[in-house]
């Protein structure tokens, strides 16, 4: 969470509503396919917050396989309950999972859902190829459905085998920022966020992890 949120940053629900206008109109024009817009929601938490207990709460009434603790005495406190992987390594070999689709159940899942997941394997894929030895990119697992409470998720897996000389520098500047949250092609919906959104995005969108060097 953050002390510096102003109101000229949060968009009112009309603000938004005219936003997305310009996005269909943007897709209309071929500009893009899809743009995950964002709207920065505000809330006051009582002081002194203790994040591992505010952790430790949103584990409780929302259990997330990707939930995590970030906490830089004096600077920023992250409390995450994500149900999405961002990126998993293991020696050469890398997998991405995003989500796109999201339905109370399976069955009331909508072709747009199918659409938007298979566009941003597409451009996870192109993503990921950067860091990739030739022909090292392939999709495990296509559209599966993975239960949460209250909903469902459709989420697909992209794996690559790594270069030799890629390292996490390089794996980062290739995937940052994450498709399923910017939009396909990626380089034309950042264009259309950073004109739209009234904030400019913050740990909301980025992901953090560890790394094990053992």
């Known amino acids: 969470w953050s002390s510096d949120v102003c109101s000229s940053d949060l968009m009112s629900r ?31 938490l009582p002081a002194p917050v203790d994040p591992v207990a505010l952790y430790q709460r949103l584990s409780r009434g929302n259990p997330a396989p990707y939930a995590g603790l970030l906490s830089v005495p004096g600077e920023l406190d992250v409390v995450c309950a994500s149900p999405e992987l961002m990126l998993r390594r293991d020696a050469d070999q890398v997998v991405s999972s995003p989500i796109k689709g999201t339905a109370a159940t399976a069955d009331t899942m909508l072709d747009k859902d199918t659409a938007e997941n298979i566009m941003i394997v597409d451009l996870v894929r192109n993503d990921l190829a950067r860091v990739a030895v030739p022909g090292g990119v392939s999709v495990p697992q296509l559209l599966r459905v993975e239960p949460h409470p209250g909903l469902v998720h459709l989420v697909s897996d992209v794996a690559v085998r790594l270069r030799p000389d890629a390292g996490w520098s390089d794996i980062l500047a290739a995937v940052l920022p994450a498709g399923s949250v910017s939009g396909a092609p990626k380089s034309s919906a950042l264009e259309v966020i950073g004109r739209l959104e009234r904030a400019a995005r913050d740990v909301y969108c980025g992901a953090f992890g560890w790394i094990d060097a053992r």
């Open 14 to 44: 009309d603000q938004y509503l005219d936003a997305v206008d310009e996005i269909r109109a943007e897709i209309a024009r071929g500009w893009v396919y899809q743009v995950n817009l964002c709207r920065v929601l505000s809330a006051a």
